[in-house]
């Protein structure tokens, strides 16, 4: 017997198979690659969001991705920082990290929020593990010369054999930006420079940044929707376009593209689902960074 739908309902059903059929050949093309997630701002502190992130790296999963997140939490280590006392300043988007402000950082970073990070990832259906850049000496850094910034270090090597465990074991690795040097000393790391080092490391296919922007916001408050890397370094030479947290971004984002990642994604980390949204449809929702060579700028104004 066949079934007579309403015509309303069997329009919604062939909208939902369209849907489907349309993120198909985007899920081919990221199957079985590594694609790494730089997970931070409204995404990570708002519970329904948090969700939303959770689901959608369950679906990259089920599609036979590789995701691997790297999480910040520079707002959760300033507040406990002005709890107790400890005064915070920032260089260039860097945090300023003596010993005390490091201590803090330690704790938060590969402490609670590390633990809450893996928790909703848990709930949504992932089979997350938390580590930090110290555990197998993932991260291997050194004291960040110019400017100094005190226990900020730059990432001189990665093992990425803990995390290329995990991904073969169907594991999600969610990495807390604490790395130590050689003599065991711990640093705090720009969690957007450690997307990028982990990105390069596994030969990942995209990179993406959660933000608290629409993207890269180009001169007159327009959307760039795609810039070349050669684009990202003219905007960050110019001053006054490109300020704070978005310069490590864009300077880790040309590192990773110059080091084989094929695409970087600034993607608005406050919209429901942003992530599949981005790599699953033809418009996305942010910025993609390309290669020189397939770049080419386009703004969108804002509405």
Same mark, same amino acid.
């Given at each position: 017997?066949?079934?007579?739908?309403?015509?309303?309902?069997?329009?919604?059903?062939?909208?939902?198979?369209?849907?489907?059929?349309?993120?198909?050949?985007?899920?081919?093309?990221?199957?079985?690659?590594?694609?790494?997630?730089?997970?931070?701002?409204?995404?990570?502190?708002?519970?329904?969001?948090?969700?939303?992130?959770?689901?959608?790296?369950?679906? %990259?999963?089920?599609? !036979?991705?590789?995701?691997?997140? #790297?999480?910040?939490?520079?707002?959760? #280590?300033?507040?406990?920082?002005?709890?107790?006392?400890?005064?915070?300043?920032?260089?260039?988007?860097?945090?300023?990290?003596?010993?005390?402000?490091?201590?803090?950082?330690?704790?938060? $970073?590969?402490?609670? %929020?590390?633990?809450? =990070?893996?928790?909703?990832? =848990?709930?949504?259906?992932?089979?997350?593990?938390?580590?930090?850049?110290?555990?197998?000496?993932?991260?291997?850094?050194?004291?960040?010369?110019?400017?100094? %910034?005190?226990?900020?270090?730059?990432? =001189?090597?990665?093992?990425?054999?803990?995390?290329?465990?995990?991904?073969?074991?169907?594991?999600? *690795?969610?990495?807390?930006?604490?790395?130590?040097?050689?003599?065991?000393?711990?640093?705090?790391?720009?969690?957007?420079?450690?997307?990028?080092?982990?990105?390069?490391?596994?030969?990942?296919?995209?990179?993406?940044?959660?933000?608290?922007?629409? !993207?890269?916001? !180009?001169?007159?408050?327009?959307?760039?929707?795609?810039?070349?890397?050669?684009?990202?370094?003219?905007?960050? +030479?110019?001053?006054? =376009?490109?300020?704070? !947290?978005?310069?490590?971004?864009?300077? +880790?984002?040309?590192?990773? $593209?110059?080091?084989? #990642?094929?695409?970087?994604? %600034? #993607?608005?980390?406050?919209?429901?689902?942003?992530?599949?949204?981005?790599?699953?449809? *033809?418009?996305?929702?942010?910025?993609?960074?390309?290669?020189?060579?397939?770049?080419?700028?386009?703004?969108?104004?804002?509405?």
């Amino acid at each position: 017997m066949i079934r007579d739908f309403p015509p309303q309902t069997r329009e919604r059903t062939l909208a939902k198979a369209r849907t489907l059929l349309e993120a198909l050949p985007f899920m081919r093309e990221h199957q079985g690659k590594v694609v790494a997630l730089k997970y931070g701002g409204a995404a990570m502190e708002r519970s329904g969001l948090a969700s939303s992130f959770a689901q959608d790296v369950a679906l %990259l999963q089920s599609a !036979g991705i590789r995701p691997v997140v #790297v999480h910040g939490g520079g707002p959760a #280590v300033s507040h406990l920082s002005a709890r107790l006392g400890i005064e915070t300043t920032f260089v260039d988007g860097l945090r300023v990290t003596d010993a005390e402000t490091l201590d803090v950082a330690t704790m938060v $970073l590969a402490g609670k %929020l590390n633990t809450e =990070v893996v928790g909703a990832l =848990v709930a949504g259906g992932v089979n997350a593990v938390g580590l930090s850049g110290v555990d197998g000496r993932l991260l291997l850094a050194r004291k960040q010369e110019a400017p100094d %910034l005190g226990f900020v270090g730059e990432v =001189v090597h990665v093992e990425p054999h803990v995390l290329d465990a995990l991904l073969e074991e169907r594991f999600v *690795p969610v990495v807390a930006s604490i790395a130590i040097d050689e003599h065991g000393q711990a640093y705090n790391v720009n969690a957007d420079v450690v997307a990028s080092e982990l990105a390069v490391a596994l030969s990942a296919e995209k990179l993406l940044y959660l933000n608290d922007v629409p !993207g890269l916001i !180009g001169r007159g408050g327009a959307l760039m929707s795609e810039v070349s890397a050669t684009q990202c370094l003219d905007l960050l +030479s110019e001053g006054g =376009v490109v300020e704070g !947290g978005m310069i490590p971004k864009l300077e +880790s984002a040309v590192r990773a $593209l110059h080091a084989g #990642v094929s695409r970087v994604h %600034l #993607v608005d980390g406050r919209v429901e689902h942003a992530v599949v949204l981005e790599l699953f449809t *033809p418009e996305g929702v942010g910025t993609m960074i390309a290669p020189d060579a397939a770049g080419a700028s386009e703004e969108v104004a804002i509405p």
